[in-house]
């Protein structure tokens, strides 16, 4: 209230000094013209005091929305700056103005042009943004099998928060990588169809029809972009390890059709002119499966027809496997009979051409163990070689043996003879042939008995045991040595008294006969011993063996084993019986006259 009791006179004077003084002068000289009392003078002077300065509020008001405008678009023009810098990624732009003292008109003037340049970088980085971004959507698209993409710029979201050229760069390292991964996918898929089409034409297949099943795009005749998926991919491989398969399951079964023609042209011996027509098949024999590129060389046709060859020559086949079956019995037999092992028996074989006869045999499985059995057969008779041959050796000193123990029966073995000078240089030799066989025989029972040791079974000779023929053999030479002495004692003792008596002709006549029994004896044994020495040289040779019997008067250790050896022949019954009466025979051959001593 102090500016409305202010004198008029004073509020005049400063009203002077402006626009408004005049008119103030003028309405004072009106007031007093007219007679206006102060107090209603002093309160429109006030209304006029009070109106103007609601002007002067309302201008101020103005100007200040004016400047802080002003300065909040300084400042979001600064803060834009500062954010595009930062999504950028740079610290500073060249020619950016320095914060200056002047008016803010003035300092927003300075940074327009700078947050212009600002925002074009920006949308320019965005650009690229978008770029390489869609290229990577649309290669994952690609690798992820989606047909479907939506190649519009809208799909693409750009994160403005960071453009900066290291967020570009892992973009485009991205990018790179999956170009490479596409140019892999591309490249294995063309290498799978590759593959496909070669196995295809090898196994005579439409690779055409097989590459479309797996996926339309793969086949170029539609014009559409390969499907690189992982499940495209995932099929090609299945579809390769397929074919792999289905190839090398061909190729053992032509292996197997080409093996088989090929033993039965052997069998049948069939012309190489007949063979010709199936080279193509038996050529594949030594092929392994990744040597094979020859186009339709696995195809179905070529195991069909392989197929019908191979049941054609089958059933040929059938009409002569008797007579291979034959032809192979026979080799098995001649290998037992050279070897004197033992041979199959006659039934067994006559029930086999029975089942051939009828049919219920698998011919293949016969004649596979028909050369089994020739292989095991070969095999033993070369364990049995060495054996053999001492065997043989024992043999023909046995023969020896006998020959001499003739010769020395023979009274007339020094008589004026033809050919005698040769049988004397025959006992000559006959002796030394005798004298080695008991280390012959010891050696022949060392090596019979490691012989079954290794193999676990006994050493059959025309199946007779080797070893217990031996043991025999030894017994009997022994027993025929103490016989030797003791019908060399007898003699002695017999030719003493006839010596007495001789020096006593006037005995008693019953010596006569005393003296006449034993000459009776000797002589009567000599004229036996010889054919029935003959009839156990005919055995032994029969049986390739040496196994001479007991005498009656054996030990019982010997009738022991004797017995023993009758058990394992008991195929052979006869044959104990009749070995026993020959050597019975042979040791009695002994009490004849004796070699004289030179």
Same mark, same amino acid.
Request: net charge negative; with cysteine; charged share 30%.
């Given at each position: ?25 003028? #309405? ?14 002093? &309160? ?35 803060? +834009? ?144 972009? &390969? ?17 792999? @398969?289905? &190839? ?111 049919? +219920?045999?698998?011919?293949?499985? #016969? ?60 006992? !000559? ?10 280390? #012959? ?10 012989? !079954? ?26 027993? @025929? ?8 004692? !007898? ?89 026993? +009466? !020959? ?16």
């Amino acid at each position: 209230m102090g500016s409305f009791q202010t004198p008029i006179t004073m509020r005049s004077s400063v009203l002077l000094d402006n626009s408004c003084g005049y008119l103030l002068q003028e #309405l004072q000289m009106i007031w007093d013209e007219v007679g206006e009392d102060q107090f209603e003078r002093e &309160k429109v002077l006030l209304d006029l005091e009070q109106e103007c300065l609601e002007v002067y509020r309302k201008k101020v008001d103005f100007a200040n929305m004016a400047r802080a405008k002003l300065h909040q678009e300084l400042a979001e023009s600064e803060s +834009e700056y500062t954010h595009l810098l930062l999504s950028l990624g740079e610290r500073s732009l060249p020619g950016r103005p320095e914060k200056k003292a002047g008016t803010l008109k003035q300092q927003l003037e300075s940074i327009t042009p700078a947050l212009r340049e600002m925002r074009l970088r920006k949308q320019e980085r965005m650009n690229q943004f978008r770029a390489v971004q869609r290229q990577i959507q649309k290669i994952s698209a690609e690798i992820a099998g989606r047909s479907e993409y939506d190649d519009s710029a809208s799909s693409v979201i750009v994160n403005e928060n960071d453009l900066s050229l290291k967020k570009l760069e892992e973009y485009q390292a991205e990018l790179q990588r999956l170009q490479n991964e596409k140019s892999d996918r591309l490249q294995r898929v063309e290498r799978y169809i590759s593959t496909v089409h070669d196995l295809s034409a090898i196994l005579g297949m439409d690779s055409s029809m097989i590459i479309t099943k797996i996926h339309p795009s793969l086949n170029e005749l539609y014009g559409i972009a &390969k499907n690189i998926s992982n499940s495209i991919l995932e099929k090609l491989d299945n579809m390769v390890e397929s074919l792999e @398969k289905e &190839k090398q399951k061909r190729l053992e079964k032509l292996h197997h059709l080409g093996k088989s023609l090929t033993d039965m042209w052997n069998l049948m011996d069939t012309t190489e002119e007949d063979r010709q027509s199936f080279s193509h098949v038996t050529d594949l024999l030594s092929v392994s499966s990744e040597e094979v590129f020859k186009t339709g060389s696995l195809g179905q046709n070529i195991i069909q027809q392989a197929e019908a060859e191979v049941k054609r020559l089958d059933q040929l086949k059938a009409s002569k496997m008797k007579e291979l079956f034959l032809r192979k019995q026979f080799e098995l037999e001649e290998i037992c009979k050279q070897s004197h092992m033992e041979v199959p028996s006659q039934s067994d074989m006559d029930n086999i051409i029975n089942l051939i006869n009828s049919g +219920e045999i698998d011919h293949a499985k #016969l004649l596979m163990s028909m050369d089994e059995q020739i292989s095991k057969a070969k095999e033993e008779a070369s364990s049995r070689k060495a054996i053999m041959e001492k065997v043989e050796k024992w043999i023909l000193a046995r023969d020896e043996e006998r020959w001499l123990e003739d010769y020395s029966r023979d009274e007339n073995r020094y008589s004026v003879s033809r050919g005698a000078h040769k049988n004397l240089k025959r006992a !000559e030799r006959a002796r030394i042939i005798v004298s080695k066989i008991p280390d #012959l025989v010891d050696l022949l029972i060392a090596k019979t008995r490691i012989w !079954e040791e290794e193999r676990k079974k006994e050493f059959l000779y025309d199946e007779v045991p080797l070893l217990a023929m031996l043991e025999d053999y030894n017994s009997l030479r022994q027993e @025929k040595e103490e016989e030797m002495q003791r019908q060399r004692l !007898e003699k002695k003792k017999v030719q003493s008294q006839v010596a007495v008596q001789q020096e006593n002709p006037f005995s008693c006549r019953p010596g006569t006969s005393n003296r006449r029994a034993p000459s009776r004896c000797l002589n009567g044994s000599h004229g036996n011993a010889s054919p029935l020495n003959r009839r156990l040289s005919a055995s032994i040779q029969h049986l390739g063996s040496s196994s001479i019997g007991l005498p009656n008067q054996s030990t019982s250790s010997t009738k022991e084993r004797r017995k023993t050896i009758g058990e394992t022949m008991h195929n052979r019954p006869g044959f104990a019986s009749h070995l026993r +009466e !020959e050597t019975a025979s042979v040791v009695s051959t002994f009490s004849g006259p004796s070699s004289p001593q030179f």
